[in-house]
């Protein structure tokens, strides 16, 4: 079974400044699919980013950048520019690419941002 | 174009009772996903309904159940419920036809209260 282990229970960071968040996996596999959600207060879970397992190369959107070390299972997401909005409950999760439909979770990181 | 719906948003029952929690996938989406959230933890995979079947099941009681309509809509039930089945209770969907990417979209979800 896939453990996703989110390390930081909370982060704090100043408005413009920027946060990076951890998270560890256990997995034999090689080929998967890691993602960061958010669920901001209001609850509705939104996809932030993804990263291929075969991809090298780290995913970034807009603000949003990963840092993913396949060797040390290791897949981080790294907030440039926090704005206000940015507050809310960051899960890494873990999708196995071989016929597992579901999504394993970490326990989460709840990000304050700081005006 | 609507997104996933959940219902009813707050739900409050006594131990030993029955649940019904409704979804409506995404428009365009043919497979369902239900996730439970304990407060302060990561969601947990329960099963997943494609082409009216359940695929995949986690590691949840058969007191948990599922349904999937022909609309794609699908159905959670819940028997005997216990204290320890408070949660929020997430329903995703997605496309089969995309499983490679099989990006997820989450509903608000349910809060479900035993009391």
């Known amino acids: 079974a896939q453990t996703v282990t989110q390390s930081q229970p909370e982060m704090s960071v100043q408005e413009a400044e920027t946060v990076t968040l951890s998270c560890t996996y256990d997995?034999?596999?090689?080929?998967?699919?890691l993602f960061w959600y958010k669920q901001p207060p209001s609850r509705q879970m939104i996809l932030v980013i993804r990263?291929?397992?075969?991809?090298?190369q780290n995913a970034t959107e807009n603000r949003f950048s990963v840092n993913f070390q396949k060797a040390a299972k290791s897949f981080s997401l790294k907030i440039s520019d926090s704005q206000l909005g940015d507050a809310a409950m960051y899960f890494c999760?873990?999708?196995?690419?071989?016929?597992?439909?579901?999504?394993?979770f970490g326990a989460g990181t709840t990000v304050t941002v700081r005006a | 174009d609507a997104g996933v719906t959940q219902s009813p948003t707050h739900l409050i029952k006594t131990r030993g009772q029955q649940v019904t929690l409704r979804c409506s996938p995404k428009?365009?989406?043919?497979?369902v996903s239900w996730y439970q959230q304990a407060l302060g933890q990561g969601p947990q995979f329960i099963f997943q309904?494609?082409?009216?079947?359940?695929?995949q099941r986690g590691n949840f009681p058969d007191r948990f159940s599922g349904h999937q309509f022909p609309n794609y809509s699908s159905e959670l039930n819940v028997n005997a419920l216990l204290l320890g089945d408070s949660a929020l209770y997430l329903c995703?969907?997605?496309?089969?036809?995309?499983?490679?990417?099989?990006?997820?979209?989450f509903g608000p979800g349910t809060r479900l209260t035993v009391l």
């Open positions: 309904y494609y082409e009216e079947e359940e695929r």
């Open positions: 999760a873990y999708r196995s690419a071989r016929g597992d439909y579901k999504l394993s």
């Open positions: 428009s365009g989406h043919d497979t």
């Open positions: 990263q291929e397992a075969y991809k090298q």
């Open positions: 997995t034999s596999e090689s080929d998967y699919y």
């Open positions: 995703a969907s997605s496309l089969a036809r995309l499983a490679e990417y099989n990006e997820q979209f």
